[in-house]
C-alpha cells in the first residue's frame, strides 16, 4: 500500500499541478472518444497503450474483457455500454484482448478454475469462443492457442455487443462503429481486426492502410464479426 500512498502524493504535487486545466475542464463534464471494453490484467494500462489523457476514454475493465450478451442479469457492463453510447454519444466501441490472457487460459482449461466457482461462472460469456476453439483450432498447442483464443474472444465479444438495442439502432444508422484490438504484453504492439482481410493486423500511423505483412500469427482466416 505505500507505494500506492507515495503515487498520490506524487500525483497531487507533480502530475496534477501540470495538467490544473484539463482537470479544471474535466470537472465540467466527459466527452470521451470511444468506450473501451479490456481485460483487468494489471500489466495493462490503457491510457498508457493509447497515449490518452483522463477524459479520453470512457472504459470497462474485467476479466477477460467479456460483454455479456444483452438480457443479462446485474450485468453492470451493460450499464456503462447503454450510458456511453445513449448518453456520452459515444461513436466507437473497441473489445481489445490481450496475449498471455489468465481468462483465455482458465476457459481453455476449466480445471484450473476449480477453487474460482465466481470465475468460472464470469467466463460462460466466453462459451462461444471455448467452442470455435475445440472445433477449429484442434492444430494449435501452447501460446499459438492462446493467442488464437483471444483474438476469437474478441471477435465473439463484438457479437455481443451487437445484441444491445441502443448499439444496433446506432450501426443500422452508421453512428456507432465497433472495433476489434489485440494488445501484445511483449512487443506493445496493438493489432486491429480487419474485416476484409479477416484477421488481425498492426495498428501503425494512422490513414494508411494496415500493413497485412505484421498480421498476429496463429489468426487463421475467419468470418467476420
Ligand atoms: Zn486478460
Redesign the pocket.
Known sequence: MQTLVEGIHHFQQHVFPSKLRLFKRLAKGQQPIALLII?S?SRINPNLITHTEPGELFIVRNV?NMVPPHGVSNNGEAAAIEYSVVELNVQDIIVCG?TH???MQGMLNPKSLRGLPLVRKWLRHGLATTHIMRENYRHLRGSALLAATAQENVLVQLQHLETYPVVAARLARGDLHLHGWMYKIETGEVFHYDPRAKQFVLIEHACQPPDESRSLNASPARATA
Do not use: E, F, M, P
Request: aromatic share 0%; hydrophobic share 15%; charged share 15%.
Open positions: 481485460c490484467d477477460g490481450h490472457c489468465g481468462a
